[in-house]
């Protein structure tokens, strides 16, 4: 068994961080198996080595080892090509120069209410779908063409989720064409390739058989299902974890600067305090 934790270097880890670590060290440690560290830095306007190098700080001081070297998305580039390659040979991909402002005015026009949402925000109306990459241009975007990617794919999307118990999830391929939409795959301007691409042409590039991470991402494993199918790639299991909350509730985010775990760690907490703040 082969799991990993993958931040992104963009701020503090906090406690929902710990959680994460902790747990897919704990369950490696359980099976026999082996806990990997990933550093996914594909935001480079983001990601700073003065935060990756606190996550290798965070992580020793939690008494989480792991072993060396640790890939870096950003030193990936070659191996997410390949997948747009290979996605492109199939037909699925279009270039979409479309902004943010160009997507909310072609949605906002006669439906009622709030836009559809999907894993990436808004979904995409499809503006440009009927573009071929020939006629790629500059500082283009590329979207996977939803429709024809679920035509690609078997009509079930399977995977067993261990987290809760709840075993074999079985869901509609289609159900991704009004879900997700056509999604980015590489971004406009800066070509930066989407997590959602990298994170299973990694997780299967290192042999992970069980992705730990957070209940937020179960909406976008149907979609990660879907590329790793379309890739040629093995689903692993999935166990996504409770989120951890504040005070108030809310579900931590990297601003929640307040729940760093070098703060607690320089007001005297020790690792097993912070195991039993998360509740491990
Ligand atoms: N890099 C993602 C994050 O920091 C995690 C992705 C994953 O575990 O699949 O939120």
């Known amino acids: 068994m082969i799991t990993r934790f993958a931040p992104s270097p963009t701020g503090p880890l906090h406690l929902g961080h710990a959680y994460s670590a902790l747990l897919g060290a704990d369950l490696a440690r359980a099976a026999g198996g082996q806990f990997l560290l990933r550093i996914e830095d594909l935001d480079r306007e983001r990601s700073k080595p003065e935060w990756e190098a606190a996550i290798h700080e965070d992580l020793r001081w939690l008494g989480i080892d792991y072993p060396r070297p640790v890939w870096r998305q950003s030193e990936r580039l070659p191996a997410y090509e390949a997948a747009l390659a290979r996605l492109d040979e199939m037909g699925l991909l279009y270039p979409c120069g479309c902004n943010r ?94 997590y959602h691409l990298a994170v299973v042409v990694d997780d299967a590039a290192q042999g992970v058989t069980l992705v730990t991470r957070g209940r937020d991402l179960s ?3 149907p979609l990660h299902v879907l590329l790793q199918h379309l890739l040629g790639l093995p689903t692993p299991r999935y166990h996504h974890h409770r989120l951890i909350r504040d005070a108030q509730g809310k579900r931590l985010a990297k601003r929640h600067d307040a729940e760093a775990i070098q703060l607690y760690r320089e007001r005297g907490a020790t690792p097993q305090d912070i195991r039993a703040l998360v509740g491990l």
């Open 101 to 194: 402002a160009e997507i909310r005015a072609a949605l906002s026009a006669p439906q009622e209410g709030d836009p559809p949402h999907g894993p990436d925000g808004l979904i995409y109306p499809g503006t440009c779908r009927h573009r071929s990459m020939a006629d790629r241009r500059p500082g283009d975007a590329l979207r996977l063409d939803i429709q024809k990617a679920v035509q690609a794919t078997a009509k079930y999307l399977e995977f067993t989720e261990d987290g809760d118990g709840s075993g074999v999830q079985r869901r509609a391929a289609a159900d991704l064409i009004t879900g997700a939409g056509d999604i980015v795959l590489a971004r406009r301007q800066t070509g930066a390739i989407a």
């Open 219 to 221: 909406d976008a494993t």
